[in-house]
């Protein structure tokens, strides 16, 4: 697949994202967990 390079994310989608930050090095090393059911 190819993505978009410079894609800009407002800071509040960033911030709606429900991470979980590992204890080596949590800026970095994180898991993106899903925010509930999904509808189409």
């Known amino acids: ?3 978009p390079l ?3 994310v407002p800071n509040a989608e ?3 994202l429900l ?3 590992a204890e ?3 800026d ?3 898991t993106i967990h899903p925010r509930g059911e999904v509808t189409q």
């Open 19 to 21: 991470l979980t930050r």
């Open 14 to 16: 960033m911030d709606s």
């Open 6 to 8: 410079g894609v800009k």
């Open 24 to 26: 080596f090095h949590g």
């Open 28 to 30: 970095w090393n994180y």
């Open 1 to 3: 697949r190819q993505y």
